[in-house]
Structure formats: structure tokens, C-alpha cells
Nanobody, 126 residues
Framework: QVQLAESGGGLVQAGGSLRLSCAASGRTIGRYTMGWFRQAPGKEREFVAAAVTWSGGTTYYADFVKGRFTISTDNAKNTVLLQMNSLKFEDTAIYYC??????????????????WGQGTQVTVSS
């Protein structure tokens, strides 16, 4: 079992930046694929980014965040970060940290995630 706790969400103007942090406990993140999903009101939870910590730290991104978001891991601190730059109104959502899921074609499904954090709200004002 791994427990995940997100922090760093908040309100930001369009064009601004936020950094989300996910602290893991119970197991080392080096055992899992780690990532971020998000869910906007009335929409399904969708894949945002992933880092395959046990395979050289290869990263994957949804097309709509490529070039703007960066996922990174700190194995020593058992932490996953998501740096979000050039935020847009449509990035408004609850962002969830996730652990343990397969990547297929560079993306992932929420239904395949083994462990979730409680989520952190990101609101981008236009």
C-alpha cells in the first residue's frame, strides 16, 4: 500500500504558474509508475502526466500539457512534483496524484490506477 497526499493547488491568473507536490508514504515511489490526473466539473478524470521512476525516469504527457507542464520525482524525498506553467482557464480542475498504473501508447486510464491521493483544486481565472 502507498498513501499519497497532494499540496500546492490554488487560484492563479491565466498565464501564471503553480507547482503541485505529492508526498508518498508506505512504499517507495521507485516501485511504481507515478503520475497526475485531473477532473474538471462534469468531465471524466483524465491523464495529465506520468514518470516511470523504475525505468530511468521516462516521462509522458497528455498533448494538451506538453511544453507547459513538467513532472519530476525525488526518490530521496519520495515525492512527485508537477510544475505547471502558462496555465489556461481550461486547466481548472481537481488534480490527483496517482501511483501504480500501466501506460499504453503513452497515456493511461484512471480506471487502471491502483492508488490515489485526495486531490487538490487548481483554479485558473481568465
Amino acid at each position: 500500500q502507498v498513501q499519497l497526499a497532494e499540496s500546492g493547488g490554488g487560484l492563479v491568473q491565466a498565464g501564471g504558474s503553480l507547482r503541485l507536490s505529492c508526498a508518498a508514504s508506505g512504499r517507495t515511489i521507485g516501485r511504481y509508475t507515478m503520475g497526475w490526473f485531473r477532473q474538471a466539473p462534469g468531465k471524466e478524470r483524465e491523464f495529465v502526466a506520468a514518470a516511470v521512476t523504475w525505468s530511468g525516469g521516462t516521462t509522458y504527457y497528455a498533448d494538451f500539457v506538453k511544453g507547459r507542464f513538467t513532472i519530476s520525482t525525488d526518490n530521496a524525498k519520495n515525492t512527485v512534483l508537477l510544475q505547471m506553467n502558462s496555465l489556461k482557464f481550461e486547466d481548472t480542475a481537481i488534480y490527483y496524484c496517482a501511483a501504480g498504473f500501466p501506460l499504453i501508447g503513452g497515456t493511461a486510464r484512471g480506471a487502471d490506477v491502483n492508488f490515489w491521493g485526495q486531490g487538490t483544486q487548481v483554479t485558473v481565472s481568465s
